[in-house]
Structure formats: C-alpha cells, structure tokens
C-alpha cells in the first residue's frame, strides 16, 4: 500500500470563475513583497497563476488542467499510489475565511467524487476568531477531513507567536494533525531570492528548519501537547542539523543543555514529510531514516510539481537500504495513523 501525503490541489474554478479568481488576487499579501497574476498557456487552451516574491522572481506556479480529478486519479494509478492526502501549494499563508470555506466545500465535492481515493486537509486563517474556529471544526466534523493545513509563517511570524495560540489551543483540544507546509521564502530572504535554486528550493528548507526550531525551543508543546505537527521538506532537511541543534552538554555555558524536553518534543509532536523522494538523494534519505527514525517520516511526492516524483517515488523508497518494515512506515504506515484514513 502506497499513501501519497503531499498531492497538491486546487480549486478548478478558480481558473474558470473571473469572480473567485479576482478575490483570490486581491488577497495575496502585497503589503509582504508577494505578487499574483494570471497567463495564458498553451494559445488559450490553460491557464496559470503565478505568485512572485519579490516582484519579478517567480516562487509559484498553479496550472488549471494539472488539478482536474480525472488526470489526478489516472497518475495516481499509473504510480500505484492508493491514496493521498489533497492540501494547498502554498496559499495557506493569505487566504481569507471566505475563500477558504469555498475550498474546502470544493475540495469535500473534489473528494467525494475520488470515491474514497482522496482525503483532504482543511485551510482556515489561524487566528482566535470564533468564525475560524466554526469553520475548522465544521471542516472536520461535518466533511470529514483529515486534518488541517497552516503555512510555516504568515507574514513576518512564524506559528510559536503568542497571535496563534487560541488557534492552537483549539487544535490541542480537537486533536488533530497539523500539516505545517513551508512558503516559498523564508521571512528573511534577501540574500537567496537572486538565483532560482537558492529562492525555490533552499529558501524552503530555510524556513521549514527555522519553523520546527522555532516550535521546539519556544516551549509550545507544553502547553499544546497533543500537537501533531507534520512538516513537509523533511523539516527542511532537519536530519543535517538535528545532534547539534540538542547537545548532551557544553561544558562552558555557551549553549543551552539539559535537551531531554527538546527530545521529547521532537519524538512526540513532530513529524517529517519529504515532499519528494528523488530529490533528496538515496544517501540523505536513509541518513534522515536514520537520525529521525522511520516512524517519523512520512512519504509525499508534491505532484503535480513533477510527474515523475510521483511515478518514480515509491519505487525510490522501496529500493533505499532499509527495512521493509521501515518502508511500510514511510509509504503507508505512519499517514494511516496520524491522518486516520
């Protein structure tokens, strides 16, 4: 059995309905450097939004046909991918209440029709707002959603903020897996966003690595510890930085000890999606199985950003040099249990 946890989706009308389409321009954040428009593709036969930050430097790309079901359905079974786990590229960060109400009963519909291949995660701004929290517990209890997606920051903070925390408490209280996805630049990024790499990929590991440290260290979980927070990036490659972020001792005062809670809150609330397999490389990845443990990992191919992730990414997994135990764990296992499909 193969879970994808990281296939991404987006309303189809949004690309059809000049209304929704223009609401959802007007809500990225141009006051935080961020830009929207709309392209033509193919002499008018699709469509594209693109997302930029900073103006002129390209950080996302949504393409209409890429979202229609019956491609999605049909890739999957190409892949041999049983089900997957449907969430936004990147909007989380500036959606307003009520586009998110209309994606989520978009995405219920969207689902409803995979005939059961598809869960999807709910999107709802993570303020104390008790329209908020309606529509979270609305999303989840009535349409029957996984779990719920946030941004690793919204504008210039990142989710440890005090502004987040009746959101949180709330999340605490209901018990559901939180799925932190990265933006597409950190909140410092003025010396990456020049080179496309730099900005489009790194600048995500960036700001997963800064998001999860951020959460272990600010003490979060002691008041929220039922969080499940499941980052995607792999934490931004958290593996690489893991021992020294958590040293046994210093020796001299110059860094902070006593790392057992730090520990803790890594083992019981956090969690690592990869995105996508064959980027990372067979060496990281058995490396990352290794210091973060299979049960910690959870497999995801960010489809449709490439197809081949999607159709080449199992078989990835499934040829590393670890235990079929441990793959079954990645690959199925793990986003059985904590998004409880």
């Known amino acids: 059995m193969v879970i994808d946890s990281n296939l991404y989706w987006m309303p189809y009308s949004l690309f059809t309905d000049v209304s929704m389409l223009n609401e959802f321009l007007r809500a990225v954040p141009q006051e935080y450097g961020t830009f929207g428009y709309l392209k033509e593709l193919k002499d008018g036969e699709d469509k594209q939004i693109v997302i930029e930050k900073p103006k002129g430097f390209q950080s996302l790309n949504y393409i209409g046909s890429e979202y229609l079901l019956e491609k999605q359905l049909a890739d999957m079974e190409k892949a041999g991918v049983d089900q997957a786990i449907m969430k936004l590229p990147g909007c989380q960060e500036w959606l307003t209440l009520e586009l998110c109400k209309r994606f989520n009963n978009e995405a219920y519909n969207h689902t409803q029709r995979s005939g059961g291949k598809l869960k999807a995660l709910a999107v709802v701004p993570p303020y104390d707002d008790e329209e908020c929290l309606a529509e979270l517990e609305r999303a989840i209890y009535e349409l029957g959603f996984a779990g719920v997606q946030v941004s690793a920051h919204y504008g210039n903070l990142y989710l440890d903020n005090e502004i987040f925390k009746p959101f949180f408490r709330k999340v605490n209280e209901m018990n559901i897996p939180v799925y932190v996805h990265h933006t597409p630049v950190p909140v410092q990024f003025d010396s990456i966003y020049e080179f496309n790499n730099l900005r489009r990929t790194y600048g995500r590991c ?73 980027p990372w490389g067979k060496t990281q990845l058995e490396c990352a199985v290794e210091v973060l443990g299979a049960d910690h990992i959870i497999y995801g191919s960010s489809y449709p950003v490439k197809e081949q992730w999607l159709m080449g990414g199992p078989d990835f997994v499934m040829n590393l040099n670890i235990s079929s135990e441990d793959k079954n764990k990645i690959l199925y296992e793990n986003a059985k249990e904590i998004y409880r499909v």
């Not at 929220?224 to 001792?249: C, D, V």
Request: no cysteine; hydrophobic share 35%; net charge negative.
């Open 206 to 278: 960036i700001d997963q690595s800064i998001a999860v440290g951020r959460e272990i260290f600010s003490g979060m979980f002691e008041e929220f510890p039922n969080l499940k927070l499941i980052h995607s990036m792999l934490g931004g490659g958290f593996f690489t930085n893991r021992n020294m972020l958590f040293p046994k001792s210093s020796g001299n005062g110059r860094f902070e000890v006593g790392s057992d809670k730090y520990e803790d809150y890594l083992r019981n609330n956090i969690y690592f999606e990869m995105s996508h397999a064959q």
